[in-house]
C-alpha cells in the first residue's frame, strides 16, 4: 500500500512483471497461478480479454491504468486493481471466461447528464415562450 516502498520494489534490478506484480491491497492469491490471458480483440476504449486458467490468479493489461476504465468478467462487474503503480490488474478465478475492459469516465457522463438537462431547459423554455406569445396573440384577437 506504501507508494514509495512499492516503487523501489519496482526499480530492483531482478524485478521481472511476468513472474511478479505488486497491487496497493492484499490479495488472496496462490503462491504460483497458471493460466493463460488473450487479448480477442481491442478498441480505444475497450479490451476483450479471453482467459483459461487452472488456478485463480491475477490478469495484467499493461495499458495505463485510470480510475476511468471498468471491467466486467462473463458480464459481471469487477474491481480493477492498481498494478505496478501504473497498469491495470484484474484477480480472475480458475477456469475460462471472458474478461471486458471500458472506458466510462466520469467526466463524460458528467457532461452527456449536464447536456441533457441543458437541452431539456432550451426545450422547456421554447415551450413556454410558444405558449406566451400564442396566449397573447388569442388575447389580442378577442378585445375586452
Excluded: C
Excluded at 19 to 24: I, R, T, Y
Excluded at 70 to 84: C, D, F, M, Q, Y
Amino acid at each position: 500500500a506504501n507508494d514509495r516502498e512499492r516503487k523501489g520494489l519496482l526499480a530492483q534490478p531482478n524485478f521481472n512483471p511476468a513472474d511478479l506484480a505488486f497491487v496497493e491491497q492484499t490479495v488472496d492469491l496462490p503462491a504460483e497461478a497458471k493460466g493463460t490471458a488473450e487479448i480477442a480483440g481491442e478498441t480505444s476504449s475497450e479490451v476483450l480479454v479471453r482467459v483459461q486458467m487452472e488456478t485463480p490468479g491475477l490478469v495484467v493489461l499493461s495499458d495505463l491504468w485510470d480510475k476511468g476504465w471498468r471491467a466486467e468478467l462473463n458480464g459481471k462487474s469487477v474491481p480493477i486493481l492498481r498494478t505496478n503503480h501504473a497498469v491495470r490488474g484484474v484477480i480472475v478465478p480458475a477456469g475460462s471466461g471472458e474478461l471486458v475492459f471500458r472506458y466510462q469516465p466520469g467526466s463524460v457522463t458528467r457532461g452527456l447528464a449536464l447536456a441533457g438537462v441543458a437541452t431539456a431547459a432550451l426545450i422547456g423554455w421554447g415551450l413556454l415562450i410558444e405558449w406566451t406569445r400564442r396566449r397573447d396573440a388569442g388575447s389580442d384577437q378577442y378585445p375586452q
